[in-house]
């Protein structure tokens, strides 16, 4: 049997510990896959439909401050799905563990994100990142009047992201007037008691959560403040309490990718969420937040560059959970 020392011929090569390099690898990654045209963008929501194919970004952000971008990094697009792992924290610090895994299980579906399905043991939607376990977040975290809910979720997001978020009214339109498939969920929780009787609110408190409008930016900065024990890097505030995000980021890693959330945690080794728009975001645990935007997606509904960049990313940097490099599983020390 091979040793840790002996193998160590294939594992990432140890380089030196300048940012410059860090940017060149970003850049390259991004020159390889910018011309990758696999994938469709989503039509389901016919607003989504007026993405532009090409788009493309990358950003890396360290809990240390450091920030290294590459192409659309500042362009805006829809959270979708991304706003799940954020949702069920804070519901999570608003009702606590045992409240809160009343309403949703902690099991992966491996199933599409939108499949009309509750786990028959308890009736209890899945998971929290699958359209049915959202929408029971939602639920929770929604408020009266309704108003109030959203700007909450808009608030807390923003602060994660170290500025002021805004939602695409146009959007939460189209996904409102198309979203009869998320209404049959919703209903089918109210007839099991899993969400309350105010199902427009709920529906409406996760409407409106997807249509919040995010950079890939945002996106690696949130994935910092969650990789940063919930304390913005750059902002210097503490947005997340600390001790609900190992639970969100578990959900992450075990469900965060649906039906190919297995090949995900094997592959890449990270917890990360997907969304419709073309957004994946991931959490190295105390070091760094990455996110990729790019909207042309595969059959699963994820990012198709963004699944080959952030493949690439963690195979380089050695960022999977469980890799052994020759220095340790550590991006920092690229930094140090
Ligand atoms: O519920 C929906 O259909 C969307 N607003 C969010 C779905 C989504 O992003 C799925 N992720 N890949």
């Not at 809910?149 to 805004?166: P, T």
């Not at 959007?171 to 929780?189: H, K, P």
């Not at 959490?283 to 963004?306: E, F, H, M, T, W």
Request: net charge negative; hydrophobic share 40%; with cysteine.
């Amino acid at each position: 049997m091979q040793t840790a020392q002996q193998s160590q011929g294939t594992l990432p090569p140890k380089r030196p510990r300048e940012t410059t390099r860090i940017q060149d690898v970003i850049d390259d990654i991004y020159e390889k896959y910018r011309n990758i045209d696999d994938g469709a963008v989503a039509t389901y929501i016919p607003e989504l439909g007026k993405a532009n194919p090409q788009d493309f970004g990358i950003c890396l952000a360290t809990v240390d401050g450091h920030v290294f971008r590459a192409g659309d990094w500042d362009k805006e697009f829809t959270i979708q799905s991304m706003c799940k792992p954020l949702a069920f924290q804070m519901a999570l610090e608003q009702y606590g563990v045992a409240e809160t895994l009343k309403h949703v299980g902690v099991e992966p579906s491996g199933d599409a994100f939108n499949s009309i399905e509750l786990d028959p043991r308890t009736t209890r939607p899945f998971n929290p990142m699958i359209n049915a376990g959202a929408i029971a977040i939602a639920s929770l975290i929604k408020s009266t009047p309704v108003e109030a809910g959203v700007q909450a979720f808009v608030d807390r997001i923003s602060e994660a992201a170290g500025r002021g978020l805004r939602i695409d009214g146009n959007v939460m339109r189209s996904e409102t007037l198309t979203g009869d498939r998320n209404r049959a969920i919703a209903y089918l929780m109210r007839n099991f008691g899993i969400i309350d009787e105010h199902v427009n609110e709920a529906l409406h408190q996760y409407f409106a959560q997807c249509s919040l409008l995010v950079t890939c930016q945002d996106m690696a900065v949130i994935a910092a403040t969650l990789a940063n024990m919930g304390l913005n890097p750059l902002t210097g505030k503490q947005v997340f309490e600390f001790q609900y995000i190992k639970y969100v980021l578990t959900v992450m890693l075990t469900c965060g990718l649906y039906d190919y959330a297995g090949g995900w945690a094997y592959e890449v080794g990270l917890p990360a969420k997907s969304g419709v728009g073309g957004g994946i975001f991931g959490v190295v645990n105390r070091q760094l937040g990455i996110s990729v935007y790019s909207p042309k997606l595969d059959a699963q509904g994820n990012s198709v560059r963004g699944i080959l960049a952030c493949k690439e990313l963690a195979a380089h940097f050695g960022l999977h959970a469980f890799e052994f490099t020759n220095v340790g599983s550590s991006f920092m020390q690229w930094l140090l």
